[in-house]
């Protein structure tokens, strides 16, 4: 028989009604015109936009967030539907939370932008749930390395701007390689037309530019057809592409397993998804799957995506700009791997936060103290936050 004392311990209901972590406040703020370090190349963007996300709780701790979409659906979801919905929650019930906010999302058919609302929700949480045990977020997740791999992705143009020259990409990857960066990804399939020709010449610029010793990838952001990836499969193989990520139009998981047939450079995706990590997974689509934390429903999504893949012996990497935020979830798990610093963003985490890992010899070390080690510089949040906005969901709170 237990005795009273161990009964009284382990009663739920008491538990309950002693919580120290109730959610006080959860709060999205649009942050815009952060100034940036401009890439090296180009002195534009010397900006940023970002979303933070702030989750306090009755014992006096905060959780972050970041994503890097402003939009004001994913603003007007946390502040308008997932503030109302979870105040006064127990924080530390992120799996009774999360499927809270799915079973009250009627919102969540709009796909991407519920999924990115719900993430940063979770993310926050995760933070909290690390402050309050005293660990850091990566060993909540499995704990499987105290270091990661980093990529930087450059030469993407904004604002209009035209797109890099050959000669401007080598002279910016030759740059960054002489920082001791020894892998880097560009972009391809990004003119009007995809031209896998002219990319080929644009990765060449960057091979002779770098050597032999740095490492390459390409990112096609879902824009290809199967035979323009083929094409630039077959053109690039040459210049030693560790992997492409995401070549074929809304990642259609047959025609990407088509695409894996006809060439040996490696196949990512997950990143922008029409398709979920299942629908990659069982159809042999990928060699690599890149769930994105803050897109895709945050670290308990994130989990449940990696054991998923780690049954189909698939390795994680990580494709997205909020590199910072997916550490955790790639040091976490057996399988994790890459993380992707993109490098506008890259410089709006240093910017924001306190404190980012940096690259070092190709790895970035993972945060050590408790929760995720992401925590905004003090102030920094009341002065870059957009003040005047439009609601663009005219229900009842609570009530999407
Ligand atoms: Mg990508």
């Known amino acids: 028989m237990p005795s009273a004392k161990l009964t009284f311990m382990f009663n739920p209901h008491r538990a309950a009604a002693t919580s120290r972590m109730k959610i006080v406040r959860i709060e999205a703020h649009h942050l815009a015109n952060i100034p940036i370090q401009p890439p090296p190349f180009r002195k534009k963007p010397d900006v940023e936009h970002a979303l933070v996300v702030e989750i306090e709780t009755s014992d006096g701790h905060i959780g972050y967030s970041m994503g890097g979409y402003t939009h004001p659906v994913i603003v007007d979801f946390i502040n308008r539907h997932a503030a109302p919905l979870l105040t006064g929650e127990d924080a530390r019930n992120i799996e009774r939370l999360t499927a809270r906010f799915h079973r009250h999302s009627v919102i969540r058919f709009m796909g991407r932008a ?3 609302a719900l993430a940063l929700v979770d993310i926050a949480l995760w933070d909290l749930r690390g402050k309050a045990l005293g660990v850091p ?3 909540l997740l499995g704990g499987a390395r105290d270091k990661v791999p980093v990529y930087i992705t450059h030469g993407a143009a904004y604002g209009g701007e035209t797109a890099y020259t050959p000669e401007e990409l080598a002279a910016e990857a030759r740059h960054l390689a002489e ?7 560009n972009t391809v399939g990004r003119q ?4 896998p020709d002219d990319d080929y010449i644009r990765m060449r610029a960057m091979r002779e530019a770098v050597g032999p010793d740095v490492k390459l990838a390409m990112d096609g952001n879902a824009r290809m057809t199967v035979g323009q990836a083929i094409r630039l499969c077959k053109l690039t193989e040459e210049l030693n592409i560790s992997f492409l990520e ?3 139009i809304d990642n259609e998981p047959g025609q990407l397993r088509e695409l894996r047939a006809h060439t040996a450079i490696p196949i990512a995706a997950a990143e922008n998804h029409k398709y979920s990590a299942r629908d990659l997974l069982v159809n042999d689509a990928v060699d690599i799957l890149q769930p994105n934390v ?6 308990t999504a994130g989990l449940r995506i990696g054991m998923l893949a780690q049954a189909f012996n698939r390795p994680l990497g990580h494709g997205n700009g909020s590199g910072p935020h997916n550490i955790a979830l790639q040091a976490g798990l057996a399988n994790g791997g890459l993380v992707e610093y993109h490098f506008h963003k890259w410089m709006a985490y240093n910017a924001v936060f306190a404190h980012v890992p940096q690259p070092e010899n190709g790895y970035l070390a993972v945060p050590q103290e408790p929760g995720l080690g992401l925590n905004p510089k003090p102030g920094l949040i009341e002065e870059y936050k957009v003040r005047e906005r439009v609601s663009v969901l005219a229900t009842q709170p609570g009530a999407i």
């Open 114 to 116: 519920y999924l990115s």
């Open 192 to 195: 009007a037309v995809p031209d």
């Open 246 to 248: 995401e070549p074929i």
């Open 179 to 185: 920082l001791g960066n020894v892998f880097l990804k």
């Open 294 to 299: 803050t897109n895709d429903g945050g670290y």
């Open 137 to 139: 977020v990566h060993q």
